[in-house]
């Protein structure tokens, strides 16, 4: 069952001139809501329904395509993140079909952690799916997050099966998830499904900013980001094991 009313886009952030969100310049939807709490939230946001404002999906694809121009010389388009956007899979359905309308590039960020069915639902007007492995144990996972990883296989799993374009993704947090039990984890996942690459999103500290004015206390403090030493002993590391690695930025 779908679980939000498509008349209206609930956003906390539209971002144009994205370049990290999938190929070329693009713009990206943030939508309201998760079901996940990661330590390390980057979009604190997300939660907060002082930060959104509510929109029809025809006034969203209004903003997005005064870039249009843009898009078609990158390859770009629209990017549907969050939160978890697919929690409000009707509303990101007619996001997508009014980007389509225009013949627009269509991306959707997700953690994979919502009923089967609102991916499913998506799947014929996704053109590619950015899709977080955070770490690959379920109780490591439920620490860190709230929630175990059955249901995220699970998902990850179809978008596979239906032939869609998956890319996947793993934030980098030293002493979190980048320790060679759980780097063995990820290659064994993504070649047991035929995968040969991951792009790995190095943690920062930029977010804390959010939490600041937000009067918010983060999940965890004190992490710093990986130095490039380790990002190359990760890359390697995967490399050994047949992964192919694209660090983000």
């Known amino acids: 069952m779908l679980v939000s009313d498509a008349t209206s886009c609930r956003l906390f952030d539209l971002q144009r001139f994205s370049i990290h969100d999938g190929p070329g310049i693009r713009t990206t939807v943030f939508l309201r809501g998760?079901?996940?709490?990661?330590?390390?939230?980057?979009?604190?946001?997300?939660?907060?329904?002082?930060?959104?404002?509510?929109?029809?999906?025809?006034?969203?694809?209004?903003?997005?395509?005064?870039?249009?121009?843009?898009?078609?010389?990158?390859?770009?388009g629209l990017t549907v993140s969050g939160g978890e956007p697919l929690l409000h899979a009707a509303s990101v359905v007619a996001l997508l079909?009014?980007?389509?309308?225009?013949?627009?590039?269509?991306?959707?960020?997700?953690s994979g952690s919502v009923p089967q069915e609102n991916?499913?639902?998506?799947?014929?007007?996704?053109?590619?799916?950015?899709?977080d492995l955070k770490h690959m144990s379920?109780?490591?996972?439920?620490?860190?997050?709230?929630?175990?990883?059955?249901?995220?296989h699970r998902n990850a799993v179809v978008i596979l099966?239906?032939?869609?374009?998956?890319?996947?993704?793993?934030?980098?947090?030293?002493?979190?998830?980048?320790?060679?039990?759980?780097?063995?984890?990820v290659a064994h996942f993504l070649l047991e499904h035929s995968v040969r690459s991951l792009?790995?999103?190095?943690y920062h500290r930029l977010y804390l900013d959010k939490y600041k004015a937000l009067g918010l206390k983060p999940g965890i403090q004190?992490?710093?980001?990986?130095?490039?030493?380790?990002?190359?002993?990760?890359?390697?590391?995967?490399?050994?094991?047949?992964?192919?690695?694209?660090?983000?930025?």
């Open 34 to 76: 998760c079901p996940l709490r990661c330590a390390w939230c980057q979009n604190p946001e997300a939660f907060q329904d002082a930060c959104a404002v509510a929109l029809s999906p025809q006034a969203v694809i209004a903003e997005v395509i005064k870039d249009i121009e843009y898009y078609a010389v990158s390859g770009g």
């Open 97 to 110: 079909v009014e980007a389509k309308h225009h013949g627009l590039h269509t991306c959707v960020q997700t």
């Open 119 to 131: 991916v499913e639902v998506v799947l014929g007007l996704t053109d590619l799916f950015q899709f």
């Open 138 to 152: 379920s109780e490591r996972h439920r620490e860190l997050t709230g929630v175990g990883t059955e249901r995220i």
């Open 161 to 185: 099966e239906r032939g869609a374009a998956i890319q996947f993704r793993m934030p980098l947090l030293p002493g979190v998830n980048d320790d060679a039990e759980n780097l063995d984890k």
């Open 199 to 202: 792009h790995i999103v190095p």
């Open 222 to 249: 004190g992490l710093e980001p990986p130095s490039a030493e380790a990002l190359q002993r990760t890359a390697e590391f995967l490399a050994q094991h047949g992964v192919v690695v694209e660090v983000d930025g």
